[in-house]
């Protein structure tokens, strides 16, 4: 069986650190275990929290940069914009079409917003918010991807998607093949400042494409306890080393645990967390910056990209409106 890993990040906000030990290092590794690779910028999805037209563009552009200066490479990986390809939208709205609006009423970012409104719990929602499972759907269902890396807040989406490919698959004819999740464990939960989740939402990040002095800075704002240096600090529920971990080998861990129990200053801890940090993301800012100066070959690439894939998507969804009746007359 052909395997294909499919991934993508929605194009808001800067990425961070948290993005790239969760969700760019773990795919790149994956897509060298996997026959066929798709990687793509999710620029549709984006415009479901944000309206700013310069926020989106900026977004997809850095995101982009991101990944290619984290080692994708466009030539053996297929690597395109959402939005480039066309078909994807229209497989969304065949989908819509035999989707039970009861399994969207269960989507969890939909029951947390309705939650969050008192007197009208439709308030601020909109239908991009509701239906984005369905768009999601499309996104994995187009290319048959048979694994996707998700985290937990995202392994709902991924049986939903296995619910409407079923059902297609019931009304009409054996059409999509039933993606398998790759799941991130709990412990791979990327810790921001304040030791929650590291997200953009929060205000806690780590940026992943900045200079050395933010990163220094950013790591310095990481949340610590009131112990003093000389007394013993607890490894086991501290950010700093959480995020020490994904950047040192084990000998490494077991020193820096020594460390902590000699009574490492917080200050020491964070700057062995910035130089771990500023070495492994050294290459990558230098990829960066190369990318930044030549911001045409970024367009390039994923129009390139798209060009490679829309023959896939063509040819199934031209399968999929004979199966459903939308053909030539005869």
């Known amino acids: 069986m052909n395997k294909r890993i499919l991934t993508g990040i929605t194009t808001t906000g800067t990425p961070h650190i948290g993005n790239y030990l969760g969700a760019i290092r773990p795919a790149l590794q994956l897509a060298e275990e996997y026959n066929e690779s798709f990687f793509f910028l999710a620029d549709y ?28 490479d466009p030539d053996t990986s297929n690597f395109y914009r959402q939005s480039d390809v066309p078909e994807i939208l229209e497989l969304s709205w065949i989908l819509n079409c035999v989707t039970a609006k009861g399994l969207m009423n269960r989507s969890h970012a939909y029951k947390a917003a309705t939650t969050a409104n008192n007197t009208d719990e439709d308030k ?53 093949t039933l993606p398998e999740a790759i799941s991130q464990k709990p412990d791979q939960i990327i810790l921001g400042q304040d030791g929650r989740k590291m997200s953009k939402s929060y205000g806690n990040i780590i940026p992943l494409l900045s200079t050395e002095k933010v990163i220094k800075k950013s790591i310095a704002k990481i949340v610590t306890n009131s112990l003093e240096p000389g007394e013993p600090k607890d490894y086991k529920n501290c950010t700093v080393f959480s995020l020490y971990k994904h950047f040192s080998s084990s000998d490494e861990q077991e020193a820096l645990k020594s460390e902590y129990a000699d009574g490492i200053s917080w200050g020491d801890a964070k700057n062995k967390l910035f130089n771990k940090v500023n070495i492994h993301l050294a290459p990558i800012r230098d990829k ?37 009746g939308i053909s030539k007359i005869s």
């Open 124 to 176: 601020g929602i909109s239908m991009g918010l509701f239906s984005y499972p369905v768009l999601m759907a499309a996104d994995i269902l187009m290319f048959n991807a048979t694994h996707v890396p998700v985290g937990p807040d995202q392994i709902q989406h991924l049986e939903m998607t296995r619910d409407i490919a079923g059902r297609f698959n019931h009304i009409y004819k054996n059409t999509f």
């Open 45 to 72: 999805h984006a415009i479901i929290k944000n309206s700013n037209k310069n926020e989106i563009q900026d977004s997809v552009k850095s995101v982009a940069q991101a990944w290619l200066a984290s080692g994708l």
């Open 288 to 324: 960066y910056f190369e990318l930044e100066s030549n911001k045409e070959m970024i367009d390039e690439l994923l129009f390139n990209g798209a060009n490679k894939v829309r023959p896939l998507a063509q040819d199934l969804l031209n399968h999929i409106k004979n199966s459903i």
